[in-house]
């Protein structure tokens, strides 16, 4: 009996191990059906080469492939750490390693069926739920991202480890590959993110190539509509938002603050130099819809903090030129062309405009708008930035500003740009100014901080003379309009500035020539300035050519205008400027070419004086050489100045007529000697 139940006992102890070695040993592919059933329901194939028992509570997989859509992952060898009283709850591992694991896929393979649907948001709360407390250990992680057959994207870590919602990742790299835009490169470094989905966050993520941008506060987050992106970098921050499918965005905002001078040393750490110092915060907001699109929409806003420029050309001070802009731009898809339209504002100073224009096409041309909202000249004044007045303490104006301008520029033959404008010449007077020191050395009269020191016997030190020269009413060299021929001071500002008489200290027709001289020689040209700011520039101020001089030339220029009569003007211009290195005035001139006093200049004389002005370098090496060009351009242009002279009545065709030819010849070159008259 006890035989009998001894060996019913040992029947079944060896019937219930049977059927647990059973269980144990049909374990892998009962796992293996679930684990297929479960991703099949997520639409996710999975194939594998073997599943079974590496350790007792270890399941292993290995050549594990799996694909969804264009997206494939592939890894050699998975171990989930599966406890043996779990297997029959159906409860998850604890422990998932991957060993080399491979990524592959295509941009655009996670959108919706169903084009232009709002993409599916991340499973959420259930994926939390499902994953919590697993741990995943990924060796050897590889990920190569696809549009269409081009890789866009290579990816890399040695390991990867999530656990928790954390991520970290040792030795990650990646690098981007975008048709048209150079290699974007991260190198490796260890990552810690925070991954809780629908959003990842990062203390630090570096972006870049040998000397990366380091990104503080990362976060990239899914949203309903798409996905925004923040983070902090070089003293900046800033948030992007995209709404749409991956491939085809809907709109793309990008909002922020920009620390200019972090930036700017940035770039100068590596190699790439701005053409100016720049310091300060811009702040704004730029919306761009379907960027992608035939026909994009961009909006800009920004405001400049402390805006501030450094650059030899602007002035020898920094320049504060923060600014409100707002612009909204779009282009035409049927027409290739595009139009922007906004505002900029600084002070009371606001300008509103639009420009429009086709670069691509053979009659394109430019067409840009702008009109200013009328304001007092004072407050206007105000506005101008406090490094471009240069030595100008202060100014008191009258008048209002209201200007429009509109500019017409083809591309292909700048010759034929027109510029028209409104409310510019005289729109606002200068009553009154005062410069931080004294301007004249020496004056019989008149307050040396403003201008009317002008209408007295001033003397002037000439201070780019290379010897020492004196120019100005108080010296005996200095000729009055009256003992003069008529034609000698009319040819002096026919040749430069033929609207003297009409307008103020600024010419828009002069301006005009200005821009398509400069524009046609692809350098500078001609500088456009009126007479009165040629005289200011040669009883005021330095010889620097850069932006501060150019605004302080023209407010000086304006407050002579307004001061100082126009004969005077002339009378002083023509017994300051350099027609020779070294030769300042016309009387000195006169005797320096043709060994006569300015009184006695025939037409043809003062014709080429008038000629010398723009290069007085070049008007004496030709008077070293013996003569005058003999060319047809320079046939025209005394022709062109002979009937000028006509036009006002200075000279009769009689005494054209007896001028001829039009070159002028010097008896000998001889260097350094004074030009004894002149010769046909």
């Known amino acids: 009996m006890r035989l009998s139940r001894r060996r019913a006992l040992l029947a079944l102890t060896g019937a219930a191990l049977a059927l647990g070695l059973a269980g144990v040993w049909g374990a892998p592919r009962w796992a293996g059906a679930q684990i297929r059933a479960r991703l099949a329901a997520r639409g996710i194939t999975a194939d594998w080469q073997a599943i079974g028992w590496a350790a007792p509570g270890t399941l292993r997989l290995t050549d594990l492939t799996l694909r969804r859509g264009a997206w494939t992952a592939q890894a050699a060898r998975v171990e989930a ?91 990650a790299q990646a690098q981007v590959r975008w048709p048209g835009v150079p290699p974007l490169t991260l190198p490796p470094q260890a990552v810690t993110a925070r991954v809780d989905p629908p959003e990842i966050a990062a203390e630090r993520v570096q ?51 920009l620390e200019l001078a972090a930036v700017a040393a940035w770039m100068a750490a590596r190699g790439v130099r701005l053409p100016a110092t720049l310091r300060g915060k811009l702040t704004g907001a730029l919306t761009i819809i379907d960027p992608l699109g035939d026909g994009p929409v961009a909006q800009l806003t920004a405001r400049g903090d402390g805006v501030q420029v450094s650059h030899p050309g602007v002035g020898p001070t920094p320049v504060d030129v923060s600014a ?67 030595d100008i303490e202060s100014a008191r104006l009258t008048g209002t500003f209201a200007p429009w301008l509109r500019l017409t520029l083809p591309l292909h033959w700048p010759r034929r740009l027109t510029l028209r404008a409104r409310g510019l010449e005289g729109a606002c007077r200068i009553t009154a100014l005062r410069t931080r020191t004294p301007t004249a050395a020496k004056t019989a009269g008149g307050d040396p901080r403003d201008v009317d020191w002008l209408l007295h016997g001033f003397t002037r030190a000439v201070p780019e003379a290379t010897r020492p020269v004196t120019v100005g009413p108080g010296h005996p060299s200095f000729v009055p309009l009256g003992s003069l021929p008529a034609y000698v001071p009319a040819v002096m500002y026919l040749s430069e500035d033929p609207g003297f008489y009409g307008h103020g200290a600024l010419s828009v027709h002069l301006v005009q020539r200005a821009l398509k001289l400069n524009l046609a020689g692809g350098r500078f040209v001609y500088g456009g300035s009126t007479l009165p700011q040629q005289l200011v520039k040669n009883v005021f101020l330095a010889r620097t050519k850069t932006l501060a001089r150019k605004v302080e030339e023209l407010i000086l220029a304006a407050r002579v205008v307004d001061a100082v009569p126009k004969a005077r003007l002339l009378a002083l211009y023509l017994n300051t400027i350099e027609f020779a290195p070294n030769v300042y005035g016309i009387e000195r001139a006169a005797r320096h070419y043709f060994g006569v006093g300015a009184r006695h200049l025939t037409p043809k004389q003062a014709v080429f004086l008038a000629t010398a002005k723009p290069s007085p370098r070049y008007a004496d090496q030709r008077r070293r050489l013996g003569s005058t060009p003999d060319t047809a351009h320079a046939r025209r242009y005394m022709q062109r100045l002979f009937a000028r002279l006509v036009a006002v009545g200075a000279l009769t065709e009689a005494q054209v007529a007896a001028a001829r030819p039009f070159r002028i010849l010097w008896p000998a070159a001889h260097d350094g000697a004074r030009g004894e008259g002149e010769g046909e």
């Open 207 to 257: 972006v870049g190539g040998a000397a990366p941008v380091e990104v503080q506060g990362a976060r990239l987050t899914r949203t309903p509509a798409g996905w925004a992106a923040a983070g902090r970098a070089l003293g900046s921050e800033g948030t992007i938002h995209v709404a749409g499918p991956p491939r085809q965005p809907d709109v793309v905002e990008v909002e922020g603050t």
């Open 81 to 171: 750490h599966v406890p043996l009283r779990a297997l029959w709850g159906r409860r998850q591992p604890d422990r998932v390693d991957l060993w080399q694991v491979e990524v592959m896929g295509a941009l655009g393979a996670v959108e919706p069926p169903t084009e232009g649907a709002a993409p599916r948001p991340a499973p959420g709360g259930s994926l939390r739920a499902r994953l919590a407390g697993l741990r995943v250990t990924v060796h050897g992680a590889q990920a190569t991202v696809r549009r269409g057959e081009a890789v866009v994207m290579t990816g890399r870590a040695t390991r990867a480890d999530w656990a928790d919602g954390e991520a970290r990742l040792q030795d």
């Open 324 to 390: 409100a802009v707002d612009l909204i731009g779009h282009r035409d898809p049927t027409t290739g062309g595009w139009q922007v339209a906004g505002h900029a504002q600084r002070g009371a100073l606001r300008l509103d405009g639009w420009a429009a224009g086709d670069a691509l096409a053979r009659d394109a041309t430019l067409v840009a708008e702008a009109q200013g909202r009328a304001v007092p000249c004072q407050a206007a004044y105000a506005a101008i930035p406090a490094g471009l007045t240069g």
